[in-house]
């Protein structure tokens, strides 16, 4: 059979080529601003919310919301550390120790306060 008729699934490539330098770096820069952004909504019991654009009011946010928000930032530090670790170990692998180490500190940590 010629190879332009050729059966090609649909989707990537079932091979991805490794991932850049440039883009390891970035990945695990977003990674760490996320996890700090995470902690200090953590530590700090909520966060500062500007109202408006133009005007300097601000409220704090706390509770659900903050925890939600929270979630949120681990969630990305946790995709972000999967992203760098799944050439080394895998993809399943990688996330379970990824997410295991940015949600089980955090989980510890409202426990013991709360």
């Known amino acids: 059979?010629?190879?332009?008729?050729a059966f090609e699934p649909p989707g990537p490539p079932l091979s991805q080529?490794?991932?850049s330098t440039a883009a390891k770096i970035a990945?695990?820069?977003f990674g760490v601003l996320?996890?700090?952004?995470?902690w200090l909504i953590l530590y700090g019991g909520g966060f500062h919310h500007g109202i408006g654009r133009f005007t300097r009011t601000f409220v704090?946010?706390?509770?659900?919301p903050a925890l939600f928000m929270a979630a949120l930032q681990l969630?990305?530090?946790a995709l972000a550390f999967t992203a760098l670790l799944r050439d080394r170990l895998g993809l399943n692998a990688a996330a379970i120790l990824a997410f295991g180490l940015v949600f089980v500190p955090a989980a510890g940590f409202l426990l013991l306060r709360w």
């Open 1 to 5: 059979m010629p190879a332009a008729f």
């Open 17 to 19: 080529p490794p991932t």
């Open 27 to 29: 990945i695990a820069i």
């Open 34 to 38: 996320s996890l700090t952004g995470a």
């Open 60 to 64: 704090f946010v706390d509770g659900a």
């Open 75 to 77: 969630a990305c530090a």
